[in-house]
Every structure is written in structure tokens, then in C-alpha cells.
């Protein structure tokens, strides 16, 4: 098993062999019958583990700045890659990045050059916080993570520097990145010394052009409060937007450049992880001058549910996203919600004014994009197939959800085309995660079938069923039911499974995130060893955010 796969089991699902046996029969009506020690036993199964799990993972999805390309990031048996396709050329996708090895370095956080002859990418030991494991053992620590340049045709990367988060400027004149508490500037060919463009008190992130480039919001954290601050290239100064000693985030550009929304989160006890919190101070949506950041407050949430302020998460890395708010060009800013109980998608006018809803139902809003002439939103969730994820767009002016295409599979990490084509990351039952486009004809059409192996066990794997059972306190519990494909009514030994949690769902399918794609190929694995598994999902497993 490859490193990655490892690192990624170890400590997030757990496994109860039962001391039961249940026949198919029973299984089928939600019957696990508890019986003496173990009488029926596994046997071999007609796939090994690496079989099912040597398909390359899918992430980082991301659409070309103009043109129809779109990039995403292959991890194979460990060994990440980037790829890029055309389909409006119709030309193969192929791997732009020559990495061979598993040696436990993950990529991600891709940008692409305005003129799309290159990307930018952050490589590193672990992408997802600053305390990657020393997967090398070397006596000087973990690796740091780094920027890299890389041509669209292909070639060797360039390092840039150590750092992360890359965002090429709207001219594509320079590169910026990230190093803690340091913006850094180089040449967008990532040619020559990275300089520091601004050194903060505190960490940074969440880099924002003005869309005339001639300046850049940023995020800067300081332990107890966070700061938004905007750096003109011109004046090479600083204006801080109606600074406090509360939370801001979220910072989104007018369409003119001239002003700057964001997110504003009263400081106050928060509770511990994975502890739900419906009510509290009222969060609330503020405008600001990136001259003088005098700012105003636009909405306030009410009090009781939705008082809270709850993130989406991030296109790949299921972390709280910078963006958070998208302005329109009728002046409305979409904004994430709890109110109803479900993180839903409004809309609120930049002259202040009741927010009305985009999204309404018993479904959660997850990843969205946001088209170039800030008119559509593009959004995954579960609506109508409560476990499965689908594609769905919705204007941002008034106007109802429509569904992209009907499936049974499963798509999420959506990306919209310079020319308005529509990616995705799909999956299904017996299919890994695998890059789609879009079709004329209202179907998705895989990016890149050849790098499945041919020796996948598709064919020898089994469709999971969804099933609800009564919990003792009389909630409704959801999971996934694998039944092994003998039919006979012999007794079968059954697992229960129970994956990290409890803000996290498994579908019915190859998942989207890593970790769980991994676990259901584990699943899969059991089943084909002659198991009844039944993958219990927790409650909060059905609400983004418990």
C-alpha cells in the first residue's frame, strides 16, 4: 500500500467485525440477526486491495482563464501529477509534470497564467495545515512546502521559493505567493529571486486582485482578530478596511475595483471541535473604500439560527474558503446562510435591504464557483438525491435552480469555462473519481479514460444501497448497505463501519475527497472477501456543518 493511502487510513475509519452472522435476505430488509461465534468465514477475494485502490484520484480541479482548458491534479498510487484537456479541441488530456515517485509529497493550490501557457502549484509534504508529517525521516524536519512553475506543454518545473497559495496578476506580469506572515513577488515566469512585496504582523492569506490588478486585498490573522488589508501597487502602501478586534474574511471586489466586501464575525467563545453552535453574536456583511477603508455594515444576520457565521468549503481541500462572497454586476452580493437550518445560497443588495434566497430545500450548498460575468453560480449538492452529490446552476439575479444533467452518479467540485463550459469531478458506484466535461448534448463526458487502468476491477465491484434504520432515541439514521454478489441465502459475516466524522458523508460511490474514496475502495475490498458491510453515516454526516 502506497504511503499516501496509508497516511490517510491510519486513525480515520474504524471497523467492527460483529460477533454475528446475517444472510442476504436479511440483510436486504435491514435484518442483522446476532448469533453465536462466527459459523460462515470470509474467503479470497476476487480482487486484491491495490487493485481497487490503483486508480488515480482526482483534485484540484480548475478552469483556464480564457480558452475552454481546464487542469486537475492526478494522484497515482501516491505519486501526484498535473493534467490539462481542451475539449473544445477535442485533443487527449495529458500530464504536464514529471513526477514518478510516491515519496509523500501531495500538490495542489493550481493557478494558471492569464495567457494559459503555464501553471503555478504548490507541492509539499502536507497542503492542508504547517505541521506536515517527516515522511523522509529527515534529520532537518519536514520538508517546507513550495511554489512551482510549470508550462502548459509540458516540461521540468521551476521551483520558485518556499511558500504557497500562487496567484498570478490580471496582466500576468509577476507571480505572487504566500510564506507565513510574507507576500512574496517574482517574474510570472518564476525566473530570478522571489522579493517581498509586504512583510505582516501577522499570518497571511487569502490573496484577491482588484480587477484592474492595480491592487491586491489580503488577509492577515492575528491571533485574536483578523484584518483586511489592500496594497496599492502604485503608492506601494497599505489602507486596513474599517479595522476591529473582531474576525474579518471573505474580501471580494466590486466590479469597478472601487470598493471591497467582506465578512465580519464579532469575537466571542467558539466551542470545540466538532461541537455544533446555532446561536450566537449576530455575524454580518460590511462594504469598505479601498482608499480610505471607511466601511459600513450592508446586513446583519438575525438572531437565533443562521447567527452563526458558517463557511463553504474549498474547492478540493475541505478547509473554510476564501470565498465566501461573490458581488454581481447588478451590485447584489451572494452570501452563504444558515438561517433555515441548511447552508443555502442568498442574495442582499450592496445598498442594504432584506436577503432573499437562491437555494432553498433540505440540502446543503457545498462547493461553488462563480462565472466570469458574475451572473451564474455553479454549485454542488444533494438536492432530490439525498446521497449523492450533482451539479446545479442558479443566476444570481432572481431565478430558480436548474440541474446540469441527470445522472446516478455522483459530481461535485465544479468549475465553470472562460467560455461558460461546465467541469466536474465524477464518481460512481464501481467508478473512481474522474474528470468530466459538459456535452452540447446535456451529458458528461469523461477528460481522460485511458489513465484508468484496464486492470480496475469495475466489473467485479458491487452497488451499495441506501438504508435508514431507527436509532434508540427514534432519529433516523443513514447507511450504506454492500451486499457480496453470492446469492445464496447462506449466513454471511457482516462489519459494521464507522468513518471519521461526525460532520462528514459517505456517498454511494467512489467519494470526492481522498480519504473517503480510499475507505470506500476498503469497503468494496470486504465485500468482495465475502462481508455484509454496513457503512453507518453519522447524523451530522447529513448537514455540512452540525
Not at 74 to 97: E, L, M
Not at 103 to 120: M, N, R, V, Y
Not at 464 to 488: I, N, S, W, Y
Not at 506 to 522: E, H, N, Q, V
Request: aromatic share 10%.
Amino acid at each position: 500500500m502506497n504511503r499516501s493511502v496509508y497516511r490517510a487510513m491510519v486513525g480515520v475509519a474504524g471497523l467492527a467485525v460483529l460477533g454475528m452472522t446475517a444472510t442476504l435476505a436479511g440483510a436486504q430488509t435491514d435484518e442483522v440477526k446476532e448469533k453465536p461465534p462466527l459459523a460462515a468465514a470470509a474467503h479470497p477475494a476476487a480482487f486484491t486491495l491495490n487493485d481497487v485502490m490503483q486508480a488515480p484520484f482526482a483534485s484540484y480541479m480548475l478552469a483556464a482563464p480564457t480558452g475552454a482548458a481546464v487542469a486537475w491534479v492526478f494522484n497515482a498510487k501516491g505519486c501526484s501529477n498535473i493534467w490539462v484537456a481542451d475539449p473544445s479541441h477535442a485533443a487527449k488530456a495529458r500530464q504536464i509534470t514529471p513526477y514518478t515517485e510516491d515519496d509523500g509529497f501531495d500538490i495542489g493550490e493550481l493557478a494558471w497564467s492569464p495567457d494559459t501557457k503555464s501553471i503555478a502549484f504548490t507541492r509539499g509534504q502536507s497542503l492542508e495545515d504547517e505541521t506536515p508529517a517527516n515522511v523522509n525521516n529527515s534529520p532537518e524536519g519536514p520538508m517546507p512546502k513550495e511554489v512551482w512553475v510549470v508550462a502548459t506543454a509540458g516540461g521540468v518545473p521551476h521551483k520558485v521559493g518556499a511558500g504557497d497559495s500562487p496567484s498570478f496578476s490580471p496582466d500576468g506580469s509577476r507571480l505572487l505567493f504566500v510564506d507565513k506572515k510574507r507576500i512574496l513577488t517574482v517574474a510570472a515566469s518564476g525566473d530570478g529571486d522571489a522579493q517581498p512585496l509586504l512583510i505582516d504582523q501577522g499570518t497571511v492569506d487569502s490573496l484577491t486582485w482588484a480587477p484592474d490588478g492595480k491592487r491586491l486585498a489580503f488577509l492577515s490573522h492575528r491571533g485574536s482578530h483578523s484584518l483586511i488589508g489592500v496594497y496599492d501597487f502604485v503608492d506601494q502602501t497599505i489602507v486596513w478596511l474599517s479595522p476591529s478586534l473582531d474576525y474579518d474574511s471573505s474580501p471580494a471586489f466590486s466590479p469597478d475595483g472601487a470598493r471591497i466586501a467582506f465578512v465580519h464575525v464579532l469575537a466571542q467563545k467558539t466551542p470545540p471541535a466538532f461541537f455544533s453552535q446555532r446561536s450566537g453574536r449576530p455575524w454580518s456583511i460590511w462594504t469598505a473604500d479601498v482608499k480610505t477603508g471607511q466601511g459600513r455594515r450592508v446586513w446583519i444576520a438575525d438572531a437565533g439560527p443562521g447567527s452563526v457565521f458558517h463557511p463553504t468549503l474549498s474547492a478540493n481541500n475541505d478547509v473554510p474558503s476564501a470565498t465566501n462572497l461573490f458581488w454581481t454586476n447588478h451590485d447584489d452580493l451572494v452570501f452563504f446562510w444558515e438561517k433555515s437550518g441548511w447552508l443555502h445560497l442568498y442574495a442582499v443588495p450592496v445598498r442594504g435591504g432584506a436577503a432573499r434566497a437562491l437555494t432553498v430545500g433540505k440540502f446543503e450548498v457545498t462547493h461553488v464557483v462563480f462565472s466570469q460575468d458574475r451572473k451564474r453560480l455553479v454549485y454542488s449538492s444533494t438536492q432530490d438525491d439525498t446521497d449523492r452529490l450533482h451539479i446545479w446552476t442558479v443566476d444570481a439575479e432572481p431565478g430558480s435552480a436548474v440541474r446540469t444533467a441527470q445522472s446516478h452518479a455522483i459530481e461535485d467540485f465544479p468549475q465553470i469555462g472562460a467560455d461558460g463550459a461546465l467541469f466536474a469531478l465524477q464518481s460512481d458506484g464501481n467508478q473512481p473519481v474522474h474528470p468530466v466535461a459538459l456535452s452540447a448534448g446535456g451529458q458528461w463526458r469523461r477528460l481522460a479514460p485511458e489513465a484508468i487502468p484496464s486492470s480496475f476491477p469495475s466489473s467485479k465491484l458491487v452497488m451499495p444501497q441506501a438504508v435508514t434504520f431507527t436509532a434508540k432515541d427514534g432519529q433516523e439514521t443513514h447507511a450504506q448497505l454492500f451486499l457480496p454478489r453470492e446469492t445464496t441465502s447462506k449466513a454471511h459475516p457482516a462489519i459494521l463501519f464507522f468513518h471519521g466524522g461526525p460532520k462528514r458523508q459517505m456517498l454511494l460511490g467512489f467519494d470526492p475527497k481522498r480519504t473517503y474514496s480510499w475507505i470506500y475502495a476498503f469497503n468494496q475490498y470486504l465485500v468482495a472477501k465475502g462481508y455484509i458491510v454496513l457503512s453507518v453515516n453519522y447524523r451530522g454526516g447529513y448537514r455540512l456543518w452540525p
